[in-house]
């Protein structure tokens, strides 16, 4: 018992010092995704020991490791938490339709042939926007079945996993299928009519995850979500980010993002909105997100029921509010964030010889005002 203690304690403390490492290796980066996980390992060991009577000598030096370790990783989640000041103001006309956004984002997993249950989530919540993830050109198939309802529509269906459809029942001003950083990876770009005379870019991407195999550091997931950033922050036009960005609220990447892009996260001060794993509790976090600038407030975000994918889908619903900017601090953009995000930037210069490119042969890919796939 005592030996497993120990070694339960020596692992959760190494994984907390991998996350103090400042790789783009899979392998270190994974360490931001458990701290949740990490943090109620340390508890449990913690009260182990003391109830082994361990509180001398070894077990004292592992208690005060282990309290340092947690107090770091609770650091890092706290601001997720109802006890954190909120980041976003709530809406103060909730039941306002003019210049809002009901945005429904779900990663559907590629494999899953269920359409039923998004169909059917889709017109209980009949959302302004969907926009779906992970879409072959059977699932772009079966969301077409949609397109009665949502006339405006941009689809991009792959077979690699990152397939991408956007529908809206709002006019889509204009649309587009962008590689930001490579070709596998497509987004989507889309200037949508919220009424009254307002616009808003919606950006929905879905960057590489961390992989042995595949993906074997994070540095293209990195640079994606940076060179976004600065594009929004450059454009200065409302804007809304969602998808899969295949990272956790609390990483370092997302903080550099927000950062970079001046957008805020209706999370802070509220919840984890945990999206995946959905079949395993143990491994659940917030992978799925949604940013927006300060000129909207948040009438809403929750996370859906099980639709058959290994993602939740969630909801979010934003007001837009001129006077909103007064109530919001954004992320500031010091020269600090200027150097760490060069420093990203170049990384990914040492790793690609060539430029992204447009869709691969034998994709498909279309943005129409009325209609879907045929």
């Known amino acids: 018992m005592i030996y497993a203690l120990y070694a339960s304690a020596g692992i959760l403390i190494g994984g907390t010092l991998m996350s103090l490492l400042h790789h783009d290796y899979w392998w270190v980066r994974v360490f931001d995704f458990p701290r949740k996980q990490i943090a109620t390992g340390i508890l449990c060991v913690v009260g182990g020991l003391f109830a082994a009577g361990e509180t001398e000598g070894t077990g004292a030096f592992l208690i005060a490791g282990?309290?340092?370790?947690?107090?770091?990783?609770?650091?890092?989640?706290?601001?997720?938490?109802?006890?954190a000041p909120r980041e976003v103001t709530p809406a103060t006309r909730p039941r306002a339709k003019t210049r809002s956004l009901a945005l429904l984002t779900a990663n559907v997993e590629?494999?899953?042939?269920s359409a039923g249950p998004l169909l059917d989530l889709v017109k209980k919540e009949d959302p302004d926007v969907v926009l779906a993830i992970e879409t072959d050109r059977w699932w772009a198939r079966r969301l077409s079945a949609l397109t009665e309802r949502f006339s405006y529509t941009c689809m991009h269906p792959k077979g690699n996993r990152y397939g991408m459809c956007l529908l809206s029942k709002r006019p889509l001003l204009s649309a587009e299928i962008r590689h930001i950083v490579s070709e596998d990876t497509p987004s989507i770009k889309a200037e949508i009519d919220l009424g009254g005379g307002v616009s808003t870019l919606l950006y929905g991407i879905h960057p590489p995850p961390p992989h042995p195999i595949h993906e074997p550091d994070t540095t293209r997931r990195d640079a994606e979500l940076i060179r976004l950033g600065e594009e929004i922050r450059e454009r200065q036009m409302p804007a809304v980010v969602s998808g899969d960005l295949n990272d956790v609220s609390w990483s370092e990447t997302t903080d550099l993002f927000e950062k970079v892009s001046g957008l805020l996260d209706p999370r802070r001060g509220r919840g984890f909105y945990n999206t995946f794993h959905a079949r395993y509790p143990i491994i659940r976090y917030p992978l799925d997100h949604t940013f927006h600038s300060k000129r909207f407030r948040i009438k809403q975000i929750s996370v859906k029921g099980y639709i058959g994918s290994d993602h939740y889908p969630v909801l979010t619903e934003l007001q837009y509010d001129p006077k909103a900017e007064e109530d919001h601090d954004p992320p500031v953009k010091s020269h600090i964030v200027e150097g760490w995000a060069e420093r990203e930037m170049e990384k990914l210069r040492r790793k690609e010889t060539s430029g992204p490119s447009g869709p691969e042969n034998g994709s498909l890919a279309r943005c129409a005002e009325k209609g879907g796939l045929g």
Do not use: G
Not at 110 to 113: K, P
């Open 66 to 83: 282990l309290l340092l370790c947690f107090l770091y990783q609770f650091d890092h989640v706290i601001q997720y938490t109802q006890v």
């Open 110 to 113: 590629m494999e899953n042939r």
